[in-house]
């Protein structure tokens, strides 16, 4: 049973260009979440989705930022105009069941985003 | 202000001794605490889960407290070994709201030296 995956490891755009961030969860796993961790910092969330829905989206920016998980294939943070703020590590996670927290939740690799 | 305050200063023990982690909150009142492992360049591994009516919780050389007054929870790693060397992270469950979104304190790194 493979784990979490995220492609691409690593990622780099220049300033005003779209990053596009994948995820493909655990096999059975319905719920995705993504989280951010910036250098010297914690990890934070940022949206949590399940098939075809986005249930909370309260960590998100406002602007430029987008999130997706359609009903085949990956689960897509999109992240548009990059800016140097945004180089951080992206972390998806999943879990399998009602996603209500007590069920574990089983990370990726993450993707590691520099803008230059 | 919601707060999650792990021990900041990076934690140095010998090998075989106890490590003891600390993760302390204010303004939250969760329903649950996991335990997470992180080693540089990779994503967090679960370790434990502990319920805000559970005291302690137990898995191999690890331990967990949970003290919702003191808002407090500790992670005792025993006879430890360099290979427990990592970033430990806490994690609490955001309650009320309980979408399963996880509010994570900023972690303590581990050395054990042999």
């Known amino acids: 049973n493979a784990g979490v995956m995220q492609n691409p490891r690593h990622l780099v755009r220049r300033r005003g260009q779209e990053a596009r961030l994948r995820c493909s969860p655990m096999k059975g796993h319905s719920h995705v979440y993504w989280y951010r961790q910036l250098p010297e910092e914690g990890l934070k969330f940022m949206v949590y989705l399940q098939k075809e829905n986005i249930i909370d989206e309260s960590g998100m920016p406002k602007e430029r930022f987008s999130a997706e998980f359609p009903k085949e294939g990956p689960s897509i943070l999109r992240i548009q105009q990059v800016v140097r703020g945004d180089s951080a590590a992206y972390f998806c996670a999943s879990s399998p069941q009602t996603g209500r927290g007590t069920d574990t939740q089983y990370f990726g690799p993450g993707t590691r985003l520099t803008v230059l | ?114």
């Open chain 2, 1 to 114: 202000s919601q707060k999650i305050e792990q021990n900041s200063e990076a934690l140095n023990i010998q090998e075989g001794k106890t490590a003891t982690l600390t993760c302390n909150y204010t303004n939250y009142s969760p329903a649950y605490l996991q335990w997470y492992r992180q080693d540089p360049g990779r994503g967090p591994v679960f370790l434990l889960l502990i319920r805000e009516n559970e005291k302690e919780k137990r898995k191999e050389r690890l331990k967990v407290t949970f003290d919702t007054t003191l808002k407090q929870s500790l992670f005792h790693i025993t006879a430890s070994q360099p290979a427990d060397s990592a970033t430990y992270l806490c994690a609490l469950g955001a309650g009320s709201s309980n979408t399963g979104k996880l509010i994570f304190g900023q972690g303590t790194t581990l050395q054990v030296k042999p």
